[in-house]
Each structure stands twice: as structure tokens, then as C-alpha cells.
């Protein structure tokens, strides 16, 4: 199993990223995804979550209707958009399934 993040980087408040998971190693379509964060001196949380057998997703009270998460199953990707970024957004993301973590993507707002 492997996860690898991408997309990451230094964006300013207000502004959007989009952040992707490339999966390989497993049968994509058969497992939950997550995109969990974790911002320096705190514990890592859960972002957004999506069910494997319909796609249905849910989101943390704090990133809900910010965030958009997604998946390609052509390319066994999924993908997590953050719109209307705040600095308290600052945080590594990390592509979470199969009990298998990716090695996480630095995400920074900050003007």
C-alpha cells in the first residue's frame, strides 16, 4: 500500500489549494479515504472522510463548506480542494486508508 500526497504549499488567507493522494497497492474503489491534519504542538485530526462503496463524504465542523473532497477512481486518486484558506488551515495533510498513512503535504496561509 502506498499514499503519496501532493499540492501543498504557502498560500494567502482567502485563497485555495488543491491537494492530491495518488493510491497504489490496493483496490481503490474498496476502501475508505481520509484526510487527516496536524498543525505543530497539536494531535492529528480527522479533515474529511469519504465511503468507499458510494462516495459519500463528510467533513470536520471547522473545514465544512471550505473544503471539497473528491476522487478519480480512473486514476485512483483522491483529491481534498480548500477554498476561503485561513491561517488557522496551517497544518501537514496526510492521505489516510488501509491503516496506512501518506508521508504528508505542508500547507501554509499566511499573508
Known amino acids: 500500500v502506498r499514499l503519496v500526497e501532493s499540492g501543498g504549499g504557502l498560500v494567502q488567507p482567502g485563497g485555495s489549494l488543491r491537494l492530491s493522494c495518488a493510491a497504489s497497492?490496493?483496490?481503490?474503489?474498496?476502501?475508505?479515504m481520509s484526510w487527516y491534519r496536524q498543525a505543530p504542538g497539536k494531535e492529528r485530526e480527522l479533515v474529511a472522510r469519504m465511503v468507499s462503496s458510494d462516495g459519500t463524504t463528510s467533513y470536520a465542523e471547522s473545514v465544512k463548506g471550505r473544503f471539497i473532497l473528491s476522487r478519480d477512481l480512473a486514476k485512483n486518486t483522491v483529491y481534498l480542494q480548500l477554498n476561503s484558506l485561513k491561517p488557522e488551515d496551517t497544518a501537514v495533510y496526510y492521505c489516510?486508508?488501509?491503516?496506512?498513512w501518506g508521508q504528508g503535504t505542508q500547507v501554509t496561509v499566511s499573508s
Open positions: 489516510f486508508a488501509v491503516q496506512t
Open positions: 497497492g490496493f483496490t481503490f474503489s474498496s476502501y475508505h
